[in-house]
Antibody, heavy 118, light 112 residues
């Protein structure tokens, strides 16, 4: 059974940093591009970042470019999102998702909540 | 960025009746490989999104066949042939043709 489990969310002050993790299981993690998608409270969905199977290619939404860094450790079946210079508008549930087939995401984790507040 | 516009944003439906959600993209969604990467997701209250449809009309495994997707170019539709109580929730279209992938605003389906 495919599972994606996010962790690392929590309360952080504006300007602070946080690292999210997503552990994948039940599939060959290294064979799939992976994505982070977020959802602000009561709002819609927003693509944040994506990373290729090997980690050699990364993508970022313009709203987070230069502040967030996506990475993966295929030996640990884990996806990461390093978030810096956090702002109130970054407050959201962050979902880890698997890209399959190309152009779409088939499995989503349960999400981890990031709260940015002083 | 490709803008995805859904309508309606609220859709009250009667149990057993059909429902239809429209999604329009600001650019043609045909990728260089000839595929159109238009997806539909369902998000039930308190749950993570679940994909229903990918590449315009391919249904994901386990998705009831009352859900169907159609369209081309910039105009796409999700249809529910007979709405059931478990279909209540938010529905989003999403394009995966051009980065950043973008979602529609969401359509709230509720029972009358």
């Amino acid at each position: 059974e495919v599972q994606l489990v996010e962790s690392g969310g929590g309360l952080v002050q504006p300007g602070g940093s946080l690292r999210l993790s997503c552990a994948g299981s039940g599939f060959t993690f290294s064979a799939y591009p992976m994505h982070w998608v977020r959802q602000a409270p009561g709002k819609g969905l927003e693509s944040v970042s994506a990373i290729s199977e090997t980690g050699g290619t990364t993508y970022y939404a313009s709203s987070v470019k230069g502040r967030f860094t996506v990475s993966r450790d295929n030996s640990k079946n884990t996806l990461y999102l390093q978030m810096g210079s956090l702002r109130a508008e970054d407050m959201a549930v962050y979902y880890c998702t698997r890209e399959n087939p190309p152009g779409g995401t088939d499995y989503w984790g349960q999400g981890t909540l990031v709260t940015v507040s002083s | 960025d490709v803008v995805m516009t859904q309508s309606p944003l609220s859709l009250p439906v009667t149990l057993g009746q059909p429902a239809s959600i429209s999604c329009r993209s600001s650019q043609i969604l045909i990728f260089s490989d000839g595929n159109t990467y238009l997806n539909w997701f369902q998000q039930r209250p308190g749950q993570s999104p679940r994909r229903l449809i990918y590449k315009v009309s391919d249904r994901d495994s386990g998705v009831p066949d009352r859900f169907s997707g159609s369209g081309s170019g910039t105009d796409f539709t999700l249809k529910i042939s007979r709405v059931e109580a478990e279909d209540v929730g938010l529905y989003y279209c999403m394009q995966g043709t051009q980065w950043p992938w973008t979602f529609g605003q969401g359509t709230k389906v509720e029972i009358k």
